[in-house]
C-alpha cells in the first residue's frame, strides 16, 4: 500500500497535478503510516541525487487544524532542490506548484545535535543561526481537502524553502529567545496588507515548534531525528496566503532584528 502512495505522491509533485485523497480510497490509515510514507518519499529523493536540507514544519497554528481536519503540527523533508537562499531566487514560478500558497516563517540553521528532553534555552544553544524566511506550500489534492495523513504522505505540502539573511544566535541568546515568542509580523501583497500574526502564533513560540519537532521525531521509528548541519523552517507566522503570477509579497516584522524580505511570482 505504501509503495503505490510514495509512487503517486512523487508523480504528482514531480509533474504539478493533483490526485485522488489516498485516505478515500484506504480505511484506517494512521499518522504512524504516513510517517513511514514520509522516510521512502526521503529515500526516493537520495535515489534520484537529491541531498536532504533538513525539515519543514506545518500546522503549527491551531486555528488550522479544524479547517484541514490535522490534531497536531506535521513535517516534511526539504532537499537541495527545494531550497534555496532568497536573494539568489527572490522569483517563483507558480508553475512549479499545485495551488501555491505563501508562509513568511522563522528558519533556524542547527549547528549541533538536539535531543528530546532540552528545554528551550538548550535548543537554542545548538542552533547556530536564525533567519526570516518564505515556504511555498502546495496541494496535490484539489481544493486543499485532504486529511492528516494525505498531508504528510504528501511530504507535508512543502514546495520550496527560501531562507533570508542569516543571524547569528550565539551573540544575543536570551535577546533571541524573548523575541521569538513576542515578535509581530505583517504580510503584503503587492504593498497592500494581507495578513497579521508574529512568534506566538507558531505554537506560542518557533521554539516551542522546534522543540515539538525533535520529540516527534524522538518516537519515530522511522526517520532519523535532526542532525547538526539541517535547516528547519518552524511554521507559518500568518495564514497561509493563495499566490497568483504578477505578484509581490513582503513580510515586515516588528520586536526582532530581522530584515524585510520579498518573494514575486511569475506564471
Not at 504528510?152 to 514546495?159: D, F, K, P, S
Not at 533571541?176 to 502564533?201: H, I, N, P, T
Not at 522511522?222 to 497561509?240: D, F, I, M, Q
Request: with cysteine; hydrophobic share 40%; glycine share 8%.
Amino acid at each position: 500500500m505504501n509503495e503505490s502512495i510514495v509512487e503517486t505522491a512523487l508523480a504528482a509533485l514531480g509533474e504539478h497535478e493533483q490526485v485522488p485523497l489516498f485516505s478515500a480510497s484506504s480505511e484506517g490509515l494512521k499518522v504512524a503510516d504516513a510517517y513511514r510514507v514520509t522516510a521512502q518519499l526521503r529515500a526516493a529523493f537520495e535515489a534520484r541525487g537529491e541531498k536532504t536540507t533538513g525539515r519543514k514544519i506545518g500546522f503549527t497554528n491551531r486555528d488550522m487544524w479544524g479547517v484541514y481536519g490535522v490534531r497536531e503540527p506535521i513535517w516534511g523533508y526539504c532537499t537541495d532542490k527545494t531550497t534555496f537562499e532568497l536573494k539568489d531566487h527572490p522569483v517563483q514560478r507558480v508553475s512549479d506548484f499545485v495551488e501555491p500558497r505563501i508562509e513568511p516563517e522563522i528558519v533556524f540553521g542547527l549547528g549541533a545535535n538536539l535531543h528530546p528532553s532540552m528545554d528551550e534555552t538548550q535548543l537554542l544553544d545548538c542552533i547556530e543561526w536564525v533567519s526570516l524566511g518564505y515556504e511555498v506550500v502546495q496541494s496535490i489534492f484539489a481544493g486543499w481537502k485532504f486529511a492528516a495523513f494525505d498531508a504528510i504522505a504528501a511530504n507535508a505540502l512543502h514546495g520550496a524553502l527560501l531562507i533570508g539573511n542569516r543571524h547569528k544566535i550565539a551573540p544575543r541568546k536570551s535577546a533571541w529567545q524573548r523575541e521569538l515568542a513576542s515578535f509581530r509580523a505583517e504580510l503584503f501583497c503587492d504593498g497592500r496588507a494581507s495578513q497579521s500574526g508574529g512568534g506566538a502564533v507558531v505554537l506560542g513560540s518557533p521554539l516551542i515548534a522546534l522543540q515539538h519537532l525533535v520529540k516527534l521525531l524522538a518516537e519515530d521509528p522511522c526517520n532519523p531525528p535532526l542532525r547538526a548541519g539541517e535547516v528547519v523552517s518552524t511554521g507559518t507566522l500568518t495564514l497561509a496566503m493563495a499566490v497568483e503570477a504578477g505578484q509581490t509579497w513582503t513580510t515586515k516584522v516588528h520586536g526582532i532584528p530581522l530584515e524585510d524580505i520579498s518573494l514575486r511570482f511569475e506564471s
